[in-house]
């Protein structure tokens, strides 16, 4: 049987740290509260130069070193990402020039903080059906250009960075073993950017009416994501016959800790079973996992015949998981 399995990975997180005492000085806020309600100690932000394509040829060129391949040799690149660099030409076309990666095709997938895990599905889908050999896939995320300096409830949220993983097929009992992809465009209002777009172009008037930032009803968000993420992971164990304690690691979307010790409870998995780097990052949408998955995997956390859970929810509204064996 043919699968597809992540052959390597690497992220890139800018270097300049905002902590939240340096938020506390711009806005009414205070550690505790964000440390509390979200678990975010610190994240990263770009310079006024980077963009999305920047933060993603560098993890997409620690990837392809680990594997011991070169550029040429993708086939397809995949950019998740809600912040890209432009509207069009889309970000993975700019990547595959920065990469020099002239045999890639390369599209962008937009499905916000659920971005990577709609983009794995679609790669196991490519490979599985042999349309493609070998995907560089990247979640890549400048939100902190997207984001209200002057809001409280959104800018201690948020934060910049990249993770890229290269995936090839295989005949092991190993890879990604199901993906599941889920939407409700009925509760759009509840994340959004709203410009500028063809709903609502660059005008005097919609920068006035601040639509260039993001939009979150936390509250309301917060609860529709921890009852999704919470059936969203009971239904992937399912799916693949697998008790949660077999699991060996579980890593989430980095929105909220309370969201992450939720799904954890849920599956009766101690904390130790998870993994958590929102403290240093905050909330990275579409490249919170790839960051993740790599960190594990760096720090030895990981090992060959492990179970790996990967879960995201995000504007759309979207959420989705996976089943890994590495
Ligand atoms: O990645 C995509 C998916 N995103 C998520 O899943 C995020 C989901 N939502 C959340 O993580 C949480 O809802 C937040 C962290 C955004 C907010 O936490 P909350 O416990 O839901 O707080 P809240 O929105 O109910 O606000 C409680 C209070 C309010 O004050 P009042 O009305 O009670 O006086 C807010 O104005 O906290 C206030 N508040 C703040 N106070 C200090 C909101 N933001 C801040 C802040 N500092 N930064």
């Known amino acids: 049987m043919l699968r597809s399995r992540i052959v390597s990975t690497g992220s890139y997180v800018?270097?300049?740290?905002?902590t939240n005492h340096d938020l506390e000085k711009i806005v009414d806020t205070s550690d505790e509260w964000i440390m509390e309600r979200t678990g975010i100690k610190e994240r990263r932000i770009v310079n006024g130069l980077q963009a999305a394509s920047d933060?993603?040829?560098?993890?997409?060129?620690?990837?392809?070193?680990?594997?011991?391949?070169?550029?040429k040799d993708i086939d397809l690149i995949i950019v998740a990402t809600c912040t890209p660099d432009m509207a069009f030409p889309?970000?993975?076309?700019?990547?595959?020039?920065?990469?020099?990666?002239?045999?890639?095709a390369a599209m962008d997938l937009s499905a916000a903080c659920s971005g990577f895990i709609y983009g794995l599905h679609v790669a196991n889908g490519m490979i599985k059906s042999e349309l493609h050999k070998r995907i560089l896939l990247v979640g890549t995320e400048v939100l902190s250009k997207f984001v209200d300096w002057q809001d409280r409830t959104t800018c201690v949220l948020f934060g910049d960075g990249a993770g890229a993983v290269v995936?090839?097929?295989?005949?092991?009992?190993?890879g990604i073993y199901s993906t599941h992809i889920y939407s409700d465009g009925n509760l759009s209002e509840l994340i959004s950017l709203p410009g500028p777009g063809s709903r609502n172009p660059c005008s005097r008037d919609s920068i006035?009416?601040?639509?260039n930032f993001i939009k979150m009803k936390g509250n309301e968000t917060?609860?529709?994501?921890?009852?999704t993420l919470e059936e969203v992971a009971v239904k992937t164990l399912e799916a693949n016959n697998l008790e949660p304690s077999?699991?060996?690691?579980?890593?989430?979307?980095?929105?909220?800790?309370?969201?992450?010790?939720?799904?954890?409870?849920r599956l009766n998995l101690p904390m130790e079973k998870v993994f958590v780097n929102i403290d240093k990052y905050g909330n990275t949408s579409a490249a919170s996992i790839p960051i993740a998955l790599d960190e594990a995997l760096q720090s030895g956390k990981i090992k060959d015949g492990d179970y790996i859970l990967l879960e995201a929810f995000g504007?759309?509204?979207t959420w989705a998981s996976s089943l890994l064996r590495w």
Not at 14 to 18: D, G, L, S, Y
Not at 208 to 211: A, Q, R, V
Request: net charge positive; with cysteine.
């Open 90 to 104: 889309s970000t993975a076309c700019i990547l595959q020039n920065k990469l020099e990666a002239k045999n890639a």
């Open 208 to 211: 006035l009416k601040k639509m």
């Open 167 to 174: 995936l090839e097929g295989t005949r092991e009992k190993r």
């Open 222 to 227: 917060f609860r529709v994501a921890v009852r």
């Open 246 to 265: 077999r699991l060996s690691l579980l890593i989430p979307h980095q929105a909220n800790i309370r969201i992450i010790q939720a799904t954890a409870k």
């Open 55 to 71: 933060l993603a040829f560098e993890a997409s060129t620690l990837a392809l070193k680990r594997a011991h391949i070169k550029a």
């Open 14 to 18: 800018p270097e300049n740290v905002i």
């Open 315 to 317: 504007g759309g509204l």
